[in-house]
C-alpha cells in the first residue's frame, strides 16, 4: 500500500515481479498472498496488523 496520487509503476526486475499496478483499496486484486490481505484489514479497520486472527483459522 503507498499514499501515492500519480505516476506509472514499472517492474524493474521481471524475475521476480510479473506486474505493477494501481488498485482501490477496498478492491484490491485477487487471490491475495494471506499476509497481503491481512496488510488491506488492518488499514480498512484500524487495527494493528499482528492483531488481526488468522483468517484461516
Known sequence: MAD????DPSVLEPEKCESWG???ANR???PLF?????????QRTGQ???DIPDRKT
Open 4 to 7: 501515492w496520487k500519480k505516476g
Open 22 to 24: 494501481w488498485y482501490d
Open 28 to 30: 484490491p486484486p485477487e
Open 34 to 42: 494471506e499476509m497481503a490481505a491481512l496488510a488491506f484489514e488492518a
Open 48 to 50: 494493528k496488523y499482528f
